[in-house]
């Protein structure tokens, strides 16, 4: 059964950084797609990025360039490091995985994990 982590969130001003962390447990981690989800009030959840076995990584047009995803798959973790804050980045971030090429914002999964909230605000 799929365990997820994640930690790392907290309140930030504008501007400023976090390094979110999900450690994984229960799948093969190295052969997993993995990614980083966020879901803010009344909205939508929606994939952030995604990182696959390969390390190749795709981003969300509204975070491109100021954040990135990682894995260190001896730790079974992926990570999101989140620089130059807004205010509309605030929502409970996840992470997630599949065995598949690519994520997507509508992909169903048996399981979350309990998020991490991500507040940006002065």
């Known amino acids: 059964q799929v365990q997820l982590v994640e930690s790392g969130g907290g309140l930030v001003q504008p501007g400023g950084s976090l390094r979110l962390s999900c450690a994984a447990s229960?799948?093969?981690?190295?052969?997993?797609?993995m990614g980083w989800y966020r879901q803010a009030p009344g909205k939508q959840r929606e994939l952030v990025a995604d990182?696959?076995?390969?390390?190749?990584?795709n981003y969300a047009e509204s975070v491109k360039g100021r954040f990135t995803i990682s894995r260190d798959n001896a730790k079974n973790t992926v990570y999101l490091q989140m620089n130059s804050l807004k205010p509309e980045d605030t929502a409970v971030y996840y992470c997630?995985?599949?065995?598949?090429?690519?994520?997507?914002?509508?992909?169903?999964?048996?399981?979350w994990g309990q998020g991490t909230q991500v507040t940006v605000s002065s």
């Open positions: 997630n995985g599949k065995p598949a090429l690519r994520l997507t914002s509508t992909m169903t999964f048996n399981s």
């Open positions: 229960g799948i093969i981690f190295s052969i997993y797609t």
């Open positions: 990182i696959t076995s390969g390390r190749t990584t």
